[in-house]
């Protein structure tokens, strides 16, 4: 069984920082792709970063220039640095990995329990 833990989240004032972790335990063989999301109150939930095995990474237009995504893979783990918080950043941030476990011939998709940003203004 893949279990992510994540932390970091809490309450920031506008133009504060937060920085996410997500470590993934559970006889990992390989993570392809790591992701962040988030969904706000009355809102799908949307991607906002994401980086491959390859340290590849893309983001949401929403959040470029202020958060960036990385991974140790030592720890099996990814970050989410965020700076220049907005109030509009308030949301359930969720981690995501494209996994394939020592036991399975297969990548699976597997996802945190999430936790709270709030961001006042």
């Known amino acids: 069984q893949v279990q992510l833990v994540e932390s970091g989240g809490g309450l920031v004032q506008a133009g504060g920082s937060l920085r996410l972790s997500c470590a993934a335990s559970?006889?990992?063989?390989?993570?392809?792709?790591s992701g962040w999301y988030r969904q706000a109150p009355g809102n799908q939930r949307e991607s906002v970063a994401t980086?491959?095995?390859?340290?590849?990474?893309n983001y949401a237009d929403s959040v470029k220039g202020r958060f960036t995504i990385s991974r140790d893979n030592a720890k099996n783990t990814v970050y989410l640095q965020m700076n220049s918080l907005k109030p509009e950043d308030t949301a359930v941030y969720y981690c995501?990995?494209?996994?394939?476990?020592?036991?399975?011939?297969?990548?699976?998709?597997?996802w945190g329990q999430g936790t709270q940003v709030t961001v006042s203004s």
């Open positions: 559970g006889s990992i063989f390989r993570i392809d792709v």
């Open positions: 995501q990995i494209v996994a394939k476990r020592y036991s399975s011939d297969y990548f699976g998709s597997y």
């Open positions: 980086i491959t095995s390859g340290d590849s990474t």
